[in-house]
């Protein structure tokens, strides 16, 4: 055998052990950088007004004649309708519900019976961009009762019944700011930890958004992690918060 021949099993068997050094070396770097790395949180916020107004105008009357009462909660309805129209609400932004009677005498497995037989109740919905009118005319709902109009009494209304409820939508058009503000905030709240460790910010190891929050403007406390959105809607002004979680790692 020749020494060229002999040189190349050689040569391969050199190029060989440079290759598998040069492979583990990279992996022992990836899991000492796997064991080097900060976990920070990143903090968005935004006041934001609400755009959307819903508003339950429930009413009811009783009597003992179903006739005369329920005459009378159409005069209630036409004066909610007509109330409506003065404070400049549009019929678009209207809507009217059926009627319901409850016939206080129908179970027959009572023993007692109420003072007056029949109630009648009707509600009167409003939804509209127009969260200013809506507000405006909230505060003029005395004027109804001045009119003899019982607005959202009686246990059968369920709780918050005739309360405007304000809804903010716009979500979608500022998550992906609030998102990039996060992110930012997360690496300079890393980058003041690397400072500290003598270190430098790298790459992304690992990265989760939070949930957005949606609460009341005038909410102090922070919601839970994870936690759903403020569904009571009686701020106009509400407070819009996400949180990230980024893994960075630390390099010398």
């Given at each position: 055998?020749?020494?060229k021949?002999?040189?190349?099993?050689?040569?391969?068997?050199?190029?060989?052990?440079?290759?598998?050094?040069?492979?583990?070396?990279?992996?022992?770097r990836?899991?000492?950088?796997?064991?080097h790395?900060?976990?920070?949180?990143?903090?968005?916020?935004?006041?934001?007004?609400?755009?959307?107004?819903?508003?339950?105008?429930?009413?009811?009357?009783?009597?003992?004649?179903?006739?005369?009462?329920?005459?009378?909660?159409?005069?209630?309805?036409?004066?909610?309708?007509?109330?409506?129209?003065?404070?400049?609400?549009?019929?678009?932004?209207?809507?009217?519900?059926?009627?319901?009677?409850?016939?206080?005498?129908?179970?027959?497995?009572?023993?007692?019976?109420?003072?007056?037989?029949?109630?009648?109740?009707?509600?009167?919905?409003?939804?509209?961009?127009?969260?200013?009118?809506?507000?405006?005319?909230?505060?003029?709902?005395?004027?109804?009762?001045?009119?003899?109009?019982?607005?959202?009494?009686?246990?059968?209304?369920g709780?918050?019944?005739?309360?405007?409820?304000?809804?903010?939508?716009?979500?979608?058009?500022?998550?992906?700011?609030?998102?990039?503000?996060?992110t930012?905030?997360?690496?300079?709240?890393?980058?003041?930890?690397?400072?500290?460790?003598?270190?430098?910010?790298?790459?992304?190891?690992?990265?989760?958004?939070?949930?957005?929050?949606?609460?009341?403007?005038?909410?102090?406390?922070?919601?839970?992690?994870?936690g759903?959105?403020?569904?009571?809607?009686?701020?106009?002004?509400?407070?819009?918060?996400?949180?990230?979680?980024?893994?960075?790692?630390?390099?010398?």
């Amino acid at each position: 055998m020749t020494s060229k021949q002999l040189a190349y099993p050689s040569l391969i068997l050199a190029l060989g052990l440079v290759l598998g050094a040069w492979i583990l070396g990279s992996k022992i770097r990836d899991i000492r950088m796997a064991d080097h790395y900060v976990s920070v949180r990143g903090l968005a916020e935004r006041a934001v007004k609400s755009d959307l107004a819903i508003w339950p105008l429930p009413f009811r009357e009783a009597g003992n004649d179903l006739k005369a009462t329920f005459a009378k909660s159409e005069e209630d309805r036409q004066a909610v309708l007509d109330f409506l129209s003065q404070q400049g609400i549009p019929n678009s932004d209207i809507t009217v519900g059926q009627p319901s009677v409850i016939d206080t005498q129908a179970n027959e497995f009572g023993n007692s019976h109420p003072p007056n037989r029949f109630i009648v109740q009707q509600q009167v919905s409003v939804r509209s961009t127009n969260v200013d009118q809506v507000a405006a005319a909230v505060q003029k709902t005395r004027e109804l009762v001045g009119r003899g109009v019982v607005l959202g009494a009686g246990q059968n209304y369920g709780p918050g019944s005739g309360s405007v409820s304000y809804v903010f939508t716009g979500l979608n058009a500022i998550k992906p700011e609030m998102i990039t503000e996060a992110t930012r905030n997360a690496r300079a709240a890393a980058e003041r930890f690397a400072a500290d460790a003598g270190s430098k910010v790298g790459t992304i190891r690992q990265a989760s958004q939070g949930l957005f929050t949606i609460t009341s403007a005038d909410n102090t406390s922070a919601p839970a992690e994870g936690g759903m959105p403020d569904l009571s809607g009686g701020s106009m002004m509400k407070k819009v918060r996400v949180v990230t979680t980024i893994d960075y790692y630390l390099e010398k």
